[in-house]
Nanobody, 121 residues
Framework: QVQLVESGGGLVQAGGSLRLSCAGS????????MGWYRQAPGNKRELVAA???????AYADSVKGRFALSRDNNKNTVYLQMNSLKPEDTAVYYC???????????????WGQGTQVTVSS
């Protein structure tokens, strides 16, 4: 059974940094595409960053140059390093694992429970 647990969120001032962690279990964790979505109140769900397969990574334009993905396969953990945080980064961040060969950002994927990131002005 696949389980995803996010951690590392919190309250930071603008310009600060956080590192989110996603600890996963299940045989597909190291195989299938996965990444991070975020959703702020009143906003649509947004793909922030993803491992898309073949060692490739994708980032939303709004976070390029500030956020970076990494993983530690020995710990079955994926990280999202977030630097130069802005108030508009405030959202609940979700770790998402594709059920199939592509991330769809919906019920076709596995979702963690989310971790809150709040950036103050």
């Amino acid at each position: 059974q696949v389980q995803l647990v996010e951690s590392g969120g919190g309250l930071v001032q603008a310009g600060g940094s956080l590192r989110l962690s996603c600890a996963g279990s299940g045989s597909i964790f190291r195989i299938n595409p996965m990444g991070w979505y975020r959703q702020a109140p009143g906003n649509k769900r947004e793909l922030v960053a993803a491992f898309t397969g073949g060692g490739n990574e994708a980032y939303a334009d709004s976070v390029k140059g500030r956020f970076a993905l990494s993983r530690d396969n020995n710990k079955n953990t994926v990280y999202l390093q977030m630097n130069s945080l802005k108030p508009e980064d405030t959202a609940v961040y979700y770790c998402v694992l594709a059920l199939g060969s592509t991330l769809q950002g919906d019920e076709h994927d596995y979702w963690g429970q989310g971790t809150q990131v709040t950036v103050s002005s």
